[in-house]
Nanobody
Framework: QVQLVESGGGLVQPGGSLRLSCAASATMFFRNDMGWSRQAPGKQRESLALITSGGGTNYTESVKGRFTISRDNAKNTVYLQMNSLKPEDTAVYYC?????????WGQGTQVTVDS
């Protein structure tokens, strides 16, 4: 069973940066595609970024150029570097792993962008 633990959320001013981390317990982590999504109050969950086992990346348009997903297979960890944050980025951010043909998600970490 995959266990994912996100960290790094918090309160940041508009224009600021945060780096989220996700520690995965899964063995063979390096074989899994990993991703980040978020859910703001009253809104549907939004997929943000994907990194494949081979290191390829893909982003949703709203974060392209501001967010960067990366992974460290030696540490079983995936990151989301978030720059130029906006109030509309306020949400709970979730880390996910694609394994066994389906996505598994962590409990999430709150990011609040407010002055």
């Amino acid at each position: 069973q995959v266990q994912l633990v996100e960290s790094g959320g918090g309160l940041v001013q508009p224009g600021g940066s945060l780096r989220l981390s996700c520690a995965a317990s899964a063995t063979m982590f390096f074989r899994n595609d990993m991703g980040w999504s978020r859910q703001a109050p009253g809104k549907q969950r939004e997929s943000l970024a994907l990194i494949t086992s081979g290191g390829g990346t893909n982003y949703t348009e709203s974060v392209k150029g501001r967010f960067t997903i990366s992974r460290d297979n030696a540490k079983n960890t995936v990151y989301l570097q978030m720059n130029s944050l906006k109030p509309e980025d306020t949400a709970v951010y979730y880390c996910g792993a694609l394994t066994g043909g389906r996505w598994h998600w962590g409990q999430g970490t709150q990011v609040t962008v407010d002055s």
